[in-house]
């Protein structure tokens, strides 16, 4: 059938319904369908969950692993000269569309040490070869990723760039945490609000995680 036909069949029911009622419920029901018509309020992509099997295979299959490192897997160790972050570590920190986003359009963030001089990302772009389903399933596999053999608490030192006390949290450009996580700039949830008394941007902190929780529970400014 044709591509119109169902908005033409729609727009024709709309009026015969509309000719019966009173001229002040046509108007409601009018700018009911307008709006209707446009993206909800406060609307954010959401992505389709995908098979962390099957992704895994797609990773292999696009060789991730040559400039990605995934601790626990037997994938061969990077060898490219776009070298990225270590995965496992980034599974429990992302929400799904973030991974979703981050093949896709690789140059939207991430840290200025994985860009070039150019300032774009080293990622390349798969959106000629990777087909729909196949970044679905790649996306949950990342996503789905958690660090094996982490100690229960690591301790890293940075500087407050926020401090967020509605939320129970405060962003951190920390430092990297050996066998644990590269240097970012990375959002934490804190064990109590109390941890944040006192702390503002541009304090340099020590602070303990607790690497299952993924929270900070320990934290202390350091003299300048």
């Known amino acids: 059938m044709p591509k119109s036909w169902r908005f033409s069949i729609s727009t024709t029911v709309f009026f015969l319904f509309a000719s019966v009622l009173p001229v002040g419920a046509q108007e409601k029901k009018g700018a009911q369908a307008e709006a209707e018509m446009h993206h909800p309020k406060g609307w954010q992509f959401t992505a389709p969950k995908g098979d962390p099997a099957k992704g895994r295979v797609v990773f292999d299959k696009f060789s991730c692993y040559s400039c990605h490192d995934v601790r626990g897997e037997k994938f061969p160790q990077p060898t490219g000269e776009a070298v990225g972050p270590e995965l496992s570590q980034m599974g429990p920190l992302h929400p799904l569309e973030y991974f979703t986003e ?123």
């Open 102 to 224: 981050s093949v896709m359009n690789p140059g939207a963030v991430g840290a200025k040490r994985y860009r070039g001089s150019d300032g774009r990302s080293k990622m390349p772009s798969f959106s000629e070869d990777m087909t729909v389903q196949e970044l679905v399933d790649l996306t949950a596999y990342l996503a789905s990723l958690r660090p094996k053999g982490a100690p229960k608490f690591v301790g890293g030192e940075g500087k407050v760039v926020a401090v967020v006390f509605e939320g129970e949290q405060i962003v951190i450009d920390h430092e990297e945490i050996k066998g644990f996580m590269d240097a970012m700039t990375m959002g934490y949830k804190v064990s109590s609000t109390a941890l944040l008394k006192g702390l503002k941007p541009g304090d340099r902190v020590r602070f303990t995680i607790d690497t299952e929780k993924h929270a900070i529970i320990k934290i202390a400014k350091l003299k300048s």
